[in-house]
């Protein structure tokens, strides 16, 4: 049973939270404006297509090898932008059948059910903090603290690790949303097959290699762990502002994760759409400097998560 573990223990700091920003500056940072949405969409589609083009038209390895990194984080693009339907953020008003049909075309690209990412996700908010309860790191976090395992995360791995990640939590969810996970994950996986096939019967098994193995299964792993070790691996577990990594605001990662390194900002205020997240990071700097709380750079969670190999949760400027 969850318990809303993250909600019974941030009482007090929500409502310094909510003292930090003013009720209208809060309204408007709120505010889902849905061709700014869409804007975003476009130009994740406008890279891969042309990442496609330039990869399939040259062989040169420093044009097409760039071609399959920026296809590979354009993938993991499109679950931010599920990420974005899932807490409402596309439009004004809710729109169900838009955002039922938004989710299916978002998790499409990587593979996953739309149903188990909403399920899963939600759970995270309700119960980050709990070791059990919260579905990531209960499921999906490292248990095994050696590099060569951190690593593996990293590479093809991943897949067969977070499959089992989320078929182990989806044994607590009622049969019928069991059954809608089974079924999404058949049309991905039927979906994904027949593309493979097609390209390698179209382009090639070079041209695949390009625009489909090297992206999906060698890139798409390494954008995931970037993204992931700076949400909430480094954190004061003492202090409940702190069970997120606080990042610094970055204008590289901010166009490559589409805002999602904000992510400390987001359990704050799940609602705000993820362009307003780089104004919200700045609004609350003094709320910051009251706690204490350092911002990191990718550089150096990265240092401390392979290289220093500290231990997933915990504190590690201790």
């Known amino acids: 049973m969850k318990t809303k573990y993250y909600y019974k223990h941030i009482g007090a700091f929500r409502r310094e939270l909510r003292n930090e920003i003013s009720r209208p500056v809060l309204k408007e940072l709120h505010q889902a404006v849905w061709w700014k949405h869409f804007a975003i969409e476009l130009r994740q589609v406008f890279l891969a ?42 439009f004004a008003k809710k729109r169900p059948r838009w955002n039922s049909f938004l989710g299916w075309m978002y998790a499409l690209p990587s593979g996953i059910s739309r149903t188990q990412f909403t399920r899963w996700h939600l759970d995270h908010h309700d119960e980050l903090g709990h070791g059990l309860h919260d579905p990531k790191r209960a499921h999906l976090t490292p248990k095994i603290l050696k590099r060569w395992y951190k690593f593996l995360y990293m590479t093809p791995a991943l897949f067969p690790i977070y499959f089992r990640a989320a078929a182990k939590e989806a044994k607590t969810y009622p ?17 994904h097959v027949f593309i493979m096939a097609g390209l390698i019967g179209w382009i090639g098994g070079w041209g695949f290699l390009k625009v489909y193995a090297i992206p999906y299964f060698f890139i798409f792993p390494i954008a995931f762990t970037i993204n992931r070790v700076g949400q909430h691996y480094n954190i004061n577990p003492k202090d ?13 990662w901010d166009f490559v994760f589409l805002y999602s390194n904000y992510h400390l900002e987001h359990h704050y205020f799940p609602a705000v759409p993820c362009y307003n997240l780089p104004q919200l990071h700045k609004l609350l700097q003094p709320l910051y400097i009251r706690h204490e709380m350092k911002a990191h750079s990718y550089g150096e969670v990265l240092y401390g998560w392979f290289i220093l190999n500290q231990a997933p949760h915990t504190h590690w400027e201790m």
Do not use: Y
Request: hydrophobic share 60%; proline share 3%.
């Open 49 to 90: 297509a042309a990442a496609v083009f330039l990869a399939l038209r040259f062989d040169t390895l420093w044009i097409w090898l760039p071609c399959s990194i920026v296809i590979g984080f354009t993938v993991f693009g499109f679950t931010v932008l599920l990420h974005e339907v899932i807490h409402n953020a596309v």
């Open 240 to 252: 409940v502002a702190q069970w997120t990594t606080l990042m610094e605001g970055n204008w590289f």
């Open 175 to 191: 049969p019928a949303v069991q059954k809608q996970i089974r079924f999404e994950r058949l049309i991905t996986i039927a979906l």
